[in-house]
Every structure is written in structure tokens, then in C-alpha cells.
């Protein structure tokens, strides 16, 4: 089970950190994948972070922004988004891939998905 907290409404320019609980299982066991979905739009990839090797991908839109970290003791996947823009307003998913490949910044590889955290960014 995922769960997802931290999103809230900030100004532009403005830094959230996102979190990922897994519980379950062990994190060391899944790739995870962030995604969003603003409003009228398709879901997009964001970053993913794999399992075992902890290769991590970002999306161009969030490169050099955002920031995927994960801590084994809490079994816990964060965002850390900064930067923020109007435009990164969205519900932001986490979602887990058991997967022993390389993760993949794609929805259709992910099993798992969490409930969502809103992110607002708006002055």
C-alpha cells in the first residue's frame, strides 16, 4: 500500500517535499514512480527510482527542479520540488513496480498506485 502526503498550495518560486509511504513490503524490493495529473490533462511521468541499483530518471519538464531520495528505515520515497511553477499544479501519484529491471518513467509499468497528494501552486 502507498500513501502519499506533503502536497499543499504555494507560491511560485516556492519548495514542497512529497512522500511516499510503502507499506506491505519492503522498499528495497520496488521500483517507484512518481506521476501527476493536472486537471483536464493525461497523466504525466515525473521520476522513478530503481529498486535495487538506485538509478534514478527524471522527466525533462521537472530536470534540475526536482529531486527523488528514498529511505530504507522509513520505507519511505520523497520529492523534494522546488522551483515551483503554476504549471507543476497537479495531483502527484507514487506507484510501485516489483520489478527487478531498471525503473521505467512510464504509468503502464507500475502495479500500485497511491491515492494522491494535491499540489497548488498559485500566488
Known amino acids: 500500500r502507498l500513501v502519499e502526503s506533503g502536497g499543499d498550495l504555494v507560491q511560485p518560486g516556492g519548495s514542497l517535499r512529497l512522500s511516499c509511504a510503502v507499506s506491505?513490503?519492503?522498499?528495497?524490493?520496488?521500483?517507484i514512480g512518481w506521476f501527476r495529473q493536472a486537471p483536464g490533462k493525461e497523466r504525466e511521468e515525473v521520476s522513478c527510482?530503481?529498486?535495487?541499483?538506485?538509478?534514478?530518471k527524471y522527466a525533462d519538464s521537472v530536470k534540475g527542479r526536482f529531486t527523488i531520495s528514498r529511505d530504507h528505515a522509513k520505507n519511505t520515497v520523497y520529492l523534494q520540488v522546488n522551483t515551483l511553477k503554476p504549471e507543476d499544479t497537479a495531483i502527484y501519484y507514487c506507484?510501485?513496480?516489483?520489478?527487478?529491471?531498471?525503473?521505467?518513467?512510464?504509468?503502464?509499468?507500475?502495479?500500485?498506485w497511491g491515492q494522491g497528494t494535491q499540489v497548488t501552486v498559485s500566488s
Open positions: 506491505g513490503d519492503r522498499l528495497f524490493y520496488y521500483n
Open positions: 506507484a510501485a513496480d516489483p520489478a527487478v529491471r531498471e525503473c521505467e518513467l512510464s504509468s503502464y509499468a507500475y502495479e500500485d
Open positions: 527510482i530503481s529498486s535495487r541499483q538506485g538509478r534514478i
